[in-house]
């Protein structure tokens, strides 16, 4: 049971089930998990940010700063998210479904931070607290590495197999205008396209890239 997985047995299931669903689907009232993402994202940096001023007492801000930003970056979201068994559970349109959106760090990422969000709203913050010591704790002494963004590993990617660098095609915009949703395909010479979706070009353009190098097997 997803709720076991996650530790938190929710009172209102209709927030568990907003956390779920993709832009792509929506429910009655255009609802999707991209409010919740949003709230979620801000309790996590918080609680973090406590987390860490914690357990470095003596670690300057630099480093605090550094352990941070690899906390709650989307592919660390998106790991605690396979833990959970999230990507099954996700309501994704038919395109989305097809394009392996179930395995993408982003939204993997963004579905991991809307729970976060939903379990606040549904139990407030010391539930949301508990719920991030719980799964991120363990990741705090971890050695410090920068991941590469999907876009800069694609370009390397190519280019060592000599072809011209990726090339980035706006493929149409949809939703309101509180909430847009780009959908941007990336085009590499000798390969079919790859598109995804985002709420900017910068993301959409990212999850593309990651779309493609997922599709073709390339390691992380």
Same mark, same amino acid.
């Given at each position: 049971?997803?709720?076991?997985?996650?530790?938190?047995?929710?009172?209102?299931?209709?927030?568990?089930?907003?956390?779920?669903?993709?832009?792509?689907?929506?429910?009655?009232?255009?609802k999707s998990y991209q409010r919740l993402e949003y709230l979620g994202?801000?309790?996590?940096?918080?609680?973090?940010?406590?987390?860490?001023?914690?357990?470095?007492?003596?670690?300057?801000?630099?480093?605090?700063?550094?352990?941070?930003?690899?906390?709650?970056?989307?592919?660390?979201?998106?790991?605690?998210?396979?833990? #959970?068994?999230?990507?099954?559970?996700l309501r994704l349109g038919e395109g989305e479904r097809r394009s392996?959106?179930?395995?993408?760090?982003?939204?993997?990422?963004?579905?991991?931070?809307?729970?976060?969000?939903?379990?606040?709203?549904?139990?407030?913050?010391?539930?949301?607290?508990?719920?991030?010591?719980?799964? #991120?704790?363990?990741?705090?002494?971890?050695?410090?590495?920068?991941?590469?963004?999907?876009?800069?590993?694609?370009?390397?990617f190519v280019q060592a197999k000599g072809l011209a660098v990726p090339?980035?095609?706006?493929?149409?915009?949809?939703?309101?205008?509180?909430?847009?949703?780009?959908?941007?395909?990336?085009?590499?010479?000798?390969?079919?396209?790859?598109?995804?979706?985002?709420?900017?070009?910068?993301?959409?353009?990212?999850?593309?890239?990651?779309? #493609?190098?997922?599709?073709?097997?390339?390691?992380?």
């Open positions: 049971m997803l709720e076991a997985r996650i530790g938190y047995a929710f009172r209102n299931a209709e927030l568990l089930d907003e956390a779920l669903t993709h832009v792509s689907v929506s429910l009655p009232g255009g994202d801000r309790v996590l940096g918080l609680v973090i940010a406590e987390m860490l001023f914690e357990v470095f007492p003596k670690a300057p801000e630099g480093d605090l700063s550094r352990r941070l930003a690899d906390l709650v970056r989307k592919e660390t979201c998106a790991e605690i998210a396979r833990g #959970w068994g999230l990507g099954d559970h392996g959106a179930r395995k993408r760090d982003a939204i993997l990422g963004d579905a991991c931070e809307a729970v976060l969000g939903a379990v606040f709203r549904d139990g407030g913050f010391e539930a949301a607290k508990a719920l991030v010591r719980t799964h #991120w704790e363990a990741r705090m002494h971890a050695p410090l590495i920068a991941p590469k963004d999907p876009k800069t590993r694609l370009q390397e090339r980035y095609q706006d493929v149409g915009r949809s939703g309101p205008d509180h909430a847009p949703v780009f959908e941007v395909a990336v085009l590499v010479d000798g390969y079919p396209p790859a598109s995804a979706h985002g709420p900017s070009k910068r993301v959409a353009e990212r999850a593309a890239a990651e779309t #493609w190098l997922a599709r073709e097997g390339v390691p992380s």
